[in-house]
């Protein structure tokens, strides 16, 4: 029996992009126990929400409590904001709101998968993933105007159209694209040093991810079939446009990899089918109620599923508003499935859980 | 979304007939200040097409202590250390000091007097 | 594993991928969420904008005759475009493409904002309070006059 120590992997280390930290118990560098602490960030944004804005001004502000997944806060409070109004948005809005979420999932994947490589210690796989990410962020500043904060959905609808030759644009970009992708998936699967760090690291049972309840691609590569996108279909058309689930069944860094580069191929065929077939309509549907009664709407962001609550009390202010956000439900599971690793893996592990501190510390 | 009320004396035997692990999905816990009264809620959804979200909720009194879920829905207790904090209510096996500072009020997002 | 080491010795002789920032251009779309920009002579002063902007970068003053003016902070302003769709009167507010310059100390932007948000929401107050103080003279003089004249009829 060797000694106990115990090592935090603090808020501030080399390896993480979010302030987040565990503190392991090990015995010969093999981990037996983990104790989590993720509330660094928290801003009071429910309060805010609450008190200071009104609710159409709501969805500039929620699209701001995280960086990566902007669009999909702010879709998912535009969507809760029209229960509590009872209107019906316009068809065109719906694609087009369809259409950013899936830009956005392929820059979020592929931000994810170069800090997997990058804290398995392969740097050049990192800088070229990262060469290969930049046209979706010169695509998304095309559509909605900015690389990073879009202010796209609104309650009511969207704030801006698509024009045809920015259309005719992205596709052309996919289709310089695809070779990139086919490369970027053989590296990921064939490479021999890369699957040292990561074949057989921080696996997952489907058990487990029963148990746990946990959400997005961590619990589709451990082979549990839950997706938003598969489970309702009554504010926006997935099934529609071509949407398809994926899964996998080993659970560790591997299958998560290969998971989230599989993803990208069918975000870019729904992109592609939007583009073909975008209705012409109006954008926006203009109304004079006050949110009143209390609605949930759930979404899958691209790091899991994401969930809004909203109480209208009709007035110009909320009554009440919660968010969950995708990393919130997996915090059990992270600190679980620590166990039996080397504490050497454990900055690739974090990095394929796809952390974002942000949305959970809100 | 389907509302089925609860008591704080049922709360775990009602959950624990509806909850199976391989068909439904705990979502989270929440807390909505009524002035008076409280009301806490669960969601929950299925793994399956179409699914519906099912809320159970229960009007308490905000100094009555809640039974906690942990045995039956293991990954519930992130929901509840982070309502203990930010709602100042009390629950069963659950410690303050996981979201806020030891030393900054409690209840932050309670209705002002 | 052979195939990436060519591959890496075959990365020493490409050029490299950077795009040399300021002396090349970035890809910039001519619909970029820019400066909000005001035409004076269009303006209704309904000051409906300033009712929508969610972070509160723009508001009215009002001097003593009633004649409003418009302050707007490109610090404070989070580009969005809502006092734009709000406008009832068309070409009174609109986005440009051109993104904001930086802000110089000299300008306080930060703390001479809040005083300047303050100061405007007080005179408006100021105005209402003068208006409604001389309606309320007009209308006691008025009742004086009728009076006086009942009296001498």
Redesign the interface.
């Known amino acids: 029996m060797g000694k106990q120590y115990e090592i935090p992997v603090g808020a501030q280390h080399i390896s993480l992009l979010e302030p987040l930290h565990f503190k392991f118990t090990t015995v010969n560098e093999k981990i037996k126990s983990t104790e989590a602490n993720v509330f660094y960030v928290h801003r009071g944004i429910e309060l805010a929400c609450c008190s200071k804005f009104k609710f159409r001004q709501v969805s500039f502000v929620v699209g701001r409590v995280c960086g990566l997944c902007s669009i999909s806060h702010s879709t998912a409070y535009s969507q809760v904001a029209e229960k509590l109004l009872k209107i019906e948005i316009p068809t065109r809005a719906k694609y087009l709101r369809m259409l950013v979420i899936e830009l956005d999932r392929i820059h979020s994947h592929l931000l994810c998968l170069s800090h997997v490589a990058e804290n398995s210690g392969f740097e050049a796989l990192f800088m070229k993933t990262m060469q290969y990410r930049e046209f979706s962020m010169e695509l998304l500043e095309a559509v909605c105007g900015n690389r990073v904060q879009y202010d796209f959905a609104i309650v009511g609808g969207v704030s801006r159209d698509l024009k045809p030759e920015i259309g005719r644009w992205i596709l052309e970009r996919m289709k310089t694209f695809m070779p990139q992708l086919e490369e970027l998936v053989d590296i990921y699967q064939n490479n021999w040093t890369l699957s040292l760090k990561n074949k057989g690291i921080g696996v997952l049972t489907k058990e487990n991810a029963m148990r746990l309840n946990v959400v997005g691609p961590f619990a589709r590569a451990a082979g549990l079939a839950i997706d938003v996108r598969n489970e309702t279909e009554d504010l926006l058309p997935w099934k529609e446009v071509g949407f398809e689930m994926i899964t996998d069944t080993a659970g560790d860094v591997h299958a998560r990899n290969m998971l989230r580069l599989r993803e990208i191929y069918v975000s870019i065929r729904i992109i592609e089918n939007i583009i073909n077939g975008l209705p012409e309509s109006a954008l926006i549907t203009e109304t004079k109620a006050f949110p009143d009664g209390e609605a949930t709407v759930r979404l899958e962001a691209p790091r899991g599923e994401l969930f809004y609550y909203a109480k209208g009390n009709k007035t110009q202010v909320l009554e009440r508003l919660k968010i969950k956000a995708p990393t919130f439900s997996n915090v059990g599971a992270m600190a679980e499935t620590f166990k039996g690793n080397e504490y050497g893996s454990v900055p690739a592990i974090i990095a394929s859980y796809d952390p974002c501190l942000s949305c959970t510390a809100r | 979304m389907k509302k089925i009320e609860t008591t704080i004396e049922k709360l775990k035997s009602d959950i624990a007939d509806y909850y199976k692990p391989d068909q439904h999905h705990f979502i989270v816990m929440n807390a909505v200040d009524l002035g008076e009264k409280m009301e806490i809620q669960w969601f929950f959804s299925d793994y399956a097409y179409p699914c519906d979200t099912t809320c159970f909720f229960a009007i308490v009194n905000p100094a009555e202590e809640i039974p906690s879920i942990k045995e039956i829905v293991v990954s519930a207790w992130v929901a509840e250390a982070e309502l203990v904090d930010l709602m100042n209510i009390k629950i069963e096996n659950t410690e303050k000091g996981f979201v806020l500072e030891p030393d900054f009020e409690s209840g932050p997002l309670r209705k002002k007097k | ?1 052979m195939k ?1 080491f060519f591959k ?1 010795l075959g ?1 020493v002789l490409k050029k490299p ?1 950077t795009t040399k920032y300021p002396f090349e251009q970035t ?1 910039k ?1 001519d ?3 820019g400066l909000i920009g005001f035409e004076e002579s269009l303006c209704i002063w309904c000051r409906r904008c300033e009712a ?1 902007c ?1 972070p509160g970068a723009i508001v009215f003053s009002q001097d003593m005759e009633g004649q409003q003016a418009y302050h707007y902070n490109r610090a404070v302003c ?5 006092c734009v ?1 709000s406008c009832p009167k068309e070409g009174a507010l609109f986005q440009t493409a051109e993104p904001a310059p930086c802000a110089l100390k000299a300008e306080n932007i930060n703390n001479g904002w809040n005083k300047l948000f303050d100061e405007a929401i007080a005179s408006r107050e100021a105005y209402a309070a003068e208006k409604k103080r001389k309606a309320a003279a007009a209308k006691s003089a008025e009742v004086k006059k009728d009076t006086e004249s009942k009296e001498g009829s």
């Open positions: 594993m990436t890496a990365n991928v890809y779309p619909d970029y969420r929508v969610p989070i580009y969005c475009g809502e769709r």
